[in-house]
């Protein structure tokens, strides 16, 4: 699998390819080989020498992360203003560049319920995640927050967004996937190439029992296609 994947990196970098869509991959089978390997994202991300940050598009919704394959309990500590400022850079920039929105406007959520309740359910909102956010609008970004995820998620809010950054997996790719499952992709967004991917995991218990839905892997070959196109 690894093989195959670096085939593809190497075909991207050179030019050969103009895209990659890549299939799920089933993670602990590379990790009882003995090698260490998180996701495709984090791999990319390394092979590239690239800021990386996962992206899915589905249902009218764009959903960044500030985190992404980690343990709940490791999310506060790997969350600082120079990541969320950075982040933020590097989905302003692709919105910009791959999707041609001309000003796009970012919602950041808030780490804790209410946002900290100003501080009294946390101080990373206002200590780590607003600070970056400002400095981000000083930089030029339409960027806004932190705000209650449990309020951010409704119509009238997002027709203010062009996306949405979660700060963990599970923050904002439920809602993500309520709305679009199996119609949804993957976007890697900060690497030198366009890369797609699929919204689900291997699906190990239809293998060969002919019920697998291709959905998700059609769109992320339109949307790869798509981004990959010139201005």
């Keep these: 699998m690894l093989r195959l994947l670096d085939r593809a990196i190497d075909g991207c970098l050179a030019g050969e390819f103009d895209a990659m869509v890549t299939a799920p991959v089933q993670k602990s089978v590379i990790n009882d080989a003995g090698i260490a390997f998180t996701g495709h994202t984090e791999y990319l991300a390394e092979r590239a020498k690239a800021d990386v940050v996962m992206m899915l598009v589905g249902g009218g919704l764009r959903v960044a992360l500030a985190t992404t394959h980690l343990p709940l309990s490791q999310v506060p500590a790997a969350i600082s203003s120079d990541l969320v400022l950075k982040i933020l850079r590097v989905v302003d920039r692709d919105l910009r560049s791959r999707f041609k929105i001309k000003a796009p406007r970012i919602m950041v959520a808030g780490l804790n319920p209410h946002s900290g309740e100003s501080g009294h359910l946390g101080s990373e909102d206002q200590r780590v995640i607003a600070p970056a956010i400002a400095q981000a609008v000083s930089s030029g970004i339409a960027a806004s927050g932190p705000i209650p995820a449990d309020t951010l998620f409704v119509p009238e809010r997002l027709r203010g967004a062009d996306c949405v950054l979660a700060m963990y997996h599970d923050q904002g790719l439920p809602v993500l996937k309520y709305a679009s499952f199996g119609r949804g992709v993957n976007v890697t967004l900060g690497l030198p190439f366009v890369r797609t991917s699929v919204d689900h995991g291997t699906a190990l218990d239809i293998a060969g029992k002919g ?13 790869a296609i798509e981004l990959a196109l010139p201005a």
């Design 211 to 223: 019920r697998a839905d291709s959905g998700s892997l059609i769109e992320a070959v339109k949307l």
